[in-house]
C-alpha cells in the first residue's frame, strides 16, 4: 500500500505564507508527477501546482508568482510554499502522486486527506 500525508495547513492572516508538506510512504517502486490540488466550499477539486520527476512545474494561473512547488525526490516528498495568500485561497489541499506501486507495478494516482488553509483576518 501507498500512503500520502501532508501537513502544514493552518489560519494565516491576508499577505501571509504557509508552507505545505506531503511525504509519500509504503510499497513505491517509483513516482512520477506529484502535485496538489484543492477544493474551497461548494466549489470542484481545482489543478494548484504540479511537479514532475525531472523538476518541470506548472501552475494554475490564480498562484502563480505566489506559490512554489518543490520535492526531493530522495525522500518521496512534495512541498508547496504559499506566499501573499488572499482569502479566495481558503480551501482544504489534497497532495497526489502519481506511484507505481512495488505490489502491482502499475501506475495510479494516490491522494492525501487533505489540509485546511484558511486565510482570514
Known amino acids: 500500500q501507498v500512503q500520502l500525508v501532508e501537513s502544514g495547513g493552518g489560519l494565516v492572516q491576508p499577505g501571509g505564507s504557509l508552507r505545505l508538506s506531503c511525504a509519500a510512504s509504503?510499497?513505491?517502486?517509483?513516482?512520477?508527477?506529484m502535485g496538489w490540488y484543492r477544493q474551497a466550499p461548494g466549489k470542484q477539486r481545482e489543478l494548484v501546482a504540479r511537479?514532475?520527476?525531472?523538476?518541470?512545474?506548472n501552475y494554475a494561473d490564480s498562484v502563480k508568482g505566489r506559490f512554489t512547488i518543490s520535492r526531493d525526490n530522495a525522500k518521496n516528498t512534495v512541498n508547496l510554499q504559499l506566499n501573499s495568500l488572499k482569502p479566495e485561497d481558503t480551501a482544504i489541499y489534497y497532495c497526489?502522486?502519481?506511484?507505481?506501486?512495488?505490489?502491482?507495478?502499475?501506475?495510479?494516482?494516490?491522494w492525501g486527506q487533505g489540509t485546511q488553509v484558511t486565510v482570514s483576518s
Open positions: 497526489v502522486a502519481d506511484v507505481k506501486a512495488i505490489t502491482t507495478m502499475r501506475h495510479l494516482d494516490y
Open positions: 509504503g510499497s513505491i517502486f517509483s513516482i512520477n508527477t
Open positions: 511537479i514532475t520527476s525531472g523538476g518541470s512545474t
